[in-house]
């Protein structure tokens, strides 16, 4: 009885311990002086067994119309992830930026000065380049490569799911003549703010890139021409065209594959 009774206090702790050890996630604020209000970001972290170690940081983007909170809500399996591969993913609200400094925010101006800064200050990450990433869907998807590109100082892997890679052909959508006026009025300020344009910029080798886009999208058009700028350029990047829409079920699959090339090229 005595033998059994241990056993199973054993058991018990043992529940105990992979209960408890599960990975952690917070939402937090970041006041900015380039915001208006505080910025809510949430965070997973894996669990506790791993404390002492520098993990990679995974920097991940909504799409228009999305939060904080949208991945998580449609993807389940973000604190497996970040115990499986032992990564750090950050999720910041990308209020209908579109990931730039505007009049209206300073995006990327938050995402330099306040978030990397405050994530690398207040969690075990690796502060390398080569061991961030940041990637996103949609609007996101043009907002990683977008900050990636111009700072490669602080990602050295980038990807892009679905996204909008070539703003010029949307010039009445998703509220970007709200930040950077008419299209017909401001071309300039466009041609300087789509993705696109900022291909001559990446150096061969300086940024592992995936992209990918459902063949139903209505970005296939652009990524497979960003594709082949890419290429043109002689720029190495992993493109994937495969079925699906602009929808969350393609966003939910898609991203496991992102995780598994930046594992796959993260230094460890």
């Known amino acids: 009885m005595t033998m059994l009774r241990n056993i199973l206090m054993i058991i018990s702790a043992a529940i105990g311990i992979i209960g408890c050890s599960a990975a952690e ?15 809510k970001v949430m965070v997973v972290s894996p669990k506790q067994e791993f404390y002492g170690e520098k993990f990679p940081s995974v920097y991940i983007l909504n799409g228009h119309g999305g939060n904080h909170t949208s991945w998580m809500s449609n993807q389940k399996r973000f604190a497996e992830l970040a115990d499986h591969y032992k990564m750090i993913f950050i999720f910041p609200d990308g209020r209908n930026s579109w990931y730039w400094d505007s009049k209206k925010m300073k995006m990327e101006s ?41 700072h490669p100082d602080i990602w050295g892997n980038a990807g892009s799911i679905s996204g909008g890679l070539d703003i010029r052909p949307f010039p009445d959508n998703w509220n970007m003549k709200q930040l950077l006026g008419e299209k017909n009025a401001n071309p300039k300020v466009w041609e300087e703010h789509t993705v696109m344009n900022l291909v001559p910029q ?43 829409a602009h929808n969350w079920d393609y966003w939910c699959n898609s991203i496991l594959y992102h995780l598994l090339f930046f594992n796959e090229h993260f230094p460890r």
């Open 25 to 39: 996630t917070d939402t937090i604020q970041i006041a900015s002086p380039h915001l208006v209000t505080p910025m």
């Open 110 to 150: 938050f995402f330099i000065n306040d978030l990397v800064p405050y994530i690398d200050s207040n969690y075990p990450t690796d502060p390398r380049p080569q061991m961030r990433a940041v990637t996103g869907l949609s609007m996101g998807g043009h907002g990683a490569l977008w900050l990636a590109i111009r």
């Open 202 to 244: 990446i150096k061969p080798g300086q940024t592992n890139i995936i992209i990918d886009c459902g063949t139903d999208d209505v970005f296939t058009g652009v990524n497979e021409e960003f594709h082949r700028a890419l290429l043109e350029k002689g720029i190495p990047h992993d493109y994937t065209s495969r079925p699906g």
